[in-house]
């Protein structure tokens, strides 16, 4: 199975061929990946170099002039050190563009911190109007990526990741997606935390919800759900900064009685990087991690 990322680099190419109105921005990653491109399309796919900030800029200005512009490299270049460029040159300036990551919270932990990005999802949150779309799976990512590169002028990001679930489900952005019902509570799995959390509820007779898309939060759902639950307490598995979405969760239920427990990287930064794999572990996202946090927060 290819990768989010040679996902996006295949279909990016294929949506610049499609439509006269989208353009390409990088900062030198993933450039050897999008050569053809920038030979058929030399004037609507540019390689600012390792300027991340004036990746952004660049960005907002092709969006003023019209375009549709595709910004791409690690999470931590494209959201972290150029938030002044997003804030100022997207959102005060009131335009749109698709800013799609990789590199997730910590798939490049070799990198060390200066890749990794767990906190991209909270700082965006201080902003208004974002669109925040977290696959599970290649497909998905392809579903999302085409539904961003069509969706207007509305800003997005999309954020991808080495890791993956083993099955895509169908996306419906802004929804949340129902996979099991049960009385005890409702764990919410966003992205690519779906296969750890099924496997962690394994037995539990808890409702399952699915989420793809995180801005706009789909309160609606989850309000119906966790009034069809016995207790409504919630458990929230994200694939970054714990508890980025705990406050739209109380919102949602803010006349509900209810319990929230966030669930994802912890602010402790490991100082061993070691490989993903192991920082999933050493954050409790894998299956059994999960087990023993939900059922000791359950009732």
Do not use: C
């Not at 910004?71 to 698709?98: I, N």
């Not at 799609?100 to 909270?122: E, K, L």
């Not at 793809?212 to 966790?226: G, I, K, M, W, Y």
Request: charged share 25%; aromatic share 6%; proline share 5%.
């Amino acid at each position: 199975m290819d990768t989010m990322r040679e996902r996006f680099a295949a279909v990016a190419t294929r949506l610049l061929d499609e439509d006269p109105r989208l353009a390409l921005a990088l900062a030198v990653i993933s450039a050897d990946r999008f050569k053809d491109a920038a030979r058929a399309h030399p004037d609507r796919v540019i390689d600012v170099g390792i300027r991340e900030q004036l990746l952004v800029g660049v960005t907002g200005g092709l969006a003023l002039a019209g375009m549709r512009p595709i910004a791409h490299t690690f999470a931590s270049f494209l959201v972290e050190r150029p938030f002044e460029q997003v804030k100022l040159d997207l959102g005060h300036q009131g335009v749109g563009a698709v800013l799609v990551s990789s590199g997730g919270s910590y798939d490049i932990a070799s990198g060390g911190r200066t890749h990794q990005a767990p906190g991209d999802v909270a700082l965006l949150d201080t902003l208004d109007g974002w669109t925040v779309h977290v696959p599970g799976h290649p497909d998905e990512a392809e579903a999302l990526l085409r539904h961003a590169a069509a969706d207007g002028d509305n800003r997005v990001y999309l954020r991808l990741s080495d890791q993956s679930n083993p099955e895509p489900l169908p996306v419906s952005p802004g929804r949340l997606r129902l996979l099991r019902a049960g009385r005890s509570g409702v764990v919410l799995a966003v992205g690519l935390m779906l296969d750890a959390v099924l496997e962690a509820v394994e037995g539990l007779d808890v409702t399952v919800l699915y989420a793809s898309t995180v801005r706009p939060f789909d309160a609606h759902t989850l309000r119906a759900e966790a009034r069809s639950a016995e207790a409504a307490d919630v458990v929230l598995v994200e694939p970054y900064l714990a508890g980025t979405s705990v406050s739209y969760v109380a919102e949602a239920l803010a006349d509900v009685p209810h319990r929230v427990l966030g669930l994802g990287t912890a602010r402790e930064e490991l100082r061993r990087y070691g490989t993903w794999q192991e920082h999933v572990a050493a954050h409790g996202l894998d299956a059994g991690g999960l087990r023993k946090r939900i059922t000791g927060f359950l009732r």
